[in-house]
């Protein structure tokens, strides 16, 4: 049996919990959205947001995946409307909150709106509830919607500060170096 047949087996089984069949239908739409099956991936995700068991979180992962989705199929005003919804919504655990704000921060960069990617990004690198760790991504995001904008002074400064900060982990110091250089 492969992964999709057991996962089928779970949703289609009555006596799994309720909790189980949701997670099991946002395991199967990930391994859908990855291999490009994207009508069989929204009915999933939609299912999930429509479920009346599922809970804030897993409403809020199936609207991140979905605007992934939506994204990968050129659709961002549907994906960064998913996003938004997810971001803002305190019920859902900070990490889901930072994916979703970083996916937006793409999207609206994906779109054109550069300054609504800033607003985004720099409003999750000055939120106090983001551990530092998690900043050094939405540092390189920011600088990189900078150099875009044309700010090259203000990109700068945030590629520095990723290049010079000895708290900065090698991956991103590379990629800083990278995309500063570009």
């Known amino acids: ?8 087996a779970i949703i289609g089984d009555a006596a799994q919990t309720a909790d189980r069949r949701i997670e099991a239908r946002l395991e199967r ?9 994207f009508p ?22 199936a609207h991140n995946n979905r605007a992934v989705m939506f994204t990968m199929s050129g659709r961002g005003a549907e994906a960064l409307q998913d996003l ?3 971001f803002n919504n305190p019920a859902v655990s900070r990490d889901l909150r930072s ?8 999207a609206y960069q ?4 550069l300054q609504r990617a800033l ?6 690198i000055d939120d106090p509830e983001f551990p530092a760790e998690e900043k050094f991504a ?3 995001v920011r600088a990189r919607v900078l150099k875009e904008m044309g700010r090259i002074d203000e990109a700068n400064a945030d590629f520095d500060w990723l290049l010079e900060n000895p708290d900065t982990p090698a991956e991103w110091k590379r990629s800083a170096g990278y995309f500063k250089t570009k």
């Open 1 to 8: 049996m492969d992964e999709l047949e057991r996962l089928e």
């Open 29 to 37: 739409a990930l391994i859908l959205l990855h291999s490009a099956r």
């Open 40 to 61: 069989a991936a929204a009915l999933d995700l939609a299912a999930v947001m429509e479920d009346p068991h599922a809970t804030p979180e897993q409403v809020g992962r």
């Open 84 to 86: 938004e919804a997810v």
């Open 99 to 106: 994916t979703a704000l970083n996916n937006a921060a793409h």
């Open 110 to 113: 994906d779109t054109g709106n």
């Open 119 to 124: 607003e985004i990004v720099t409003m999750a």
């Open 138 to 140: 939405k540092r390189l």
